[in-house]
Nanobody
Framework: QVQLVESGGGSVQAGGSLRLSCTAS????????MGWVRQAPGKEREGVAC????????FYADSVNGRFTISQDNAKNTLYLQMNSLKPEDTAMYYC????????????????????WGQGTQVTVSS
């Protein structure tokens, strides 16, 4: 059973930065995809960024492209999301997500429907 544990959320003023981390355990798949999905109150889930296990494919939503960077440390089974130039509209619960199906993440798109999820970490950006 895949387990995902996020950390690093918090409150920050607009223009600030935060780094989210997600430690994964309980899997042996070499080929997998991980990403960050967010959901604000009253809004649908939004795929923010994703990356393949080999790092050969990454995707960013238009809303965060150029401000957020997804990365991973495979030795530590840890996924990161560096968030810079944060805006109030980035306020949401951020979830780490994991899946082995190749259609959930590629260079052109990202699904918001991953198979495994963490508990989420809140990011609040004030103006």
């Amino acid at each position: 059973q895949v387990q995902l544990v996020e950390s690093g959320g918090g409150s920050v003023q607009a223009g600030g930065s935060l780094r989210l981390s997600c430690t994964a355990s309980g899997y042996t798949y070499r080929t997998h995809y991980m990403g960050w999905v967010r959901q604000a109150p009253g809004k649908e889930r939004e795929g923010v960024a994703c990356i393949s296990a080999a790092g050969s494919a990454t995707f960013y939503a238009d809303s965060v492209n150029g401000r957020f960077t997804i990365s991973q440390d495979n030795a530590k089974n840890t996924l990161y999301l560096q968030m810079n130039s944060l805006k109030p509209e980035d306020t949401a619960m951020y979830y780490c997500a994991f899946d082995t199906r190749p259609w959930v993440c590629n260079r052109y798109m990202m699904s918001a429907d991953f198979g495994y999820w963490g508990q989420g970490t809140q990011v609040t950006v004030s103006s």
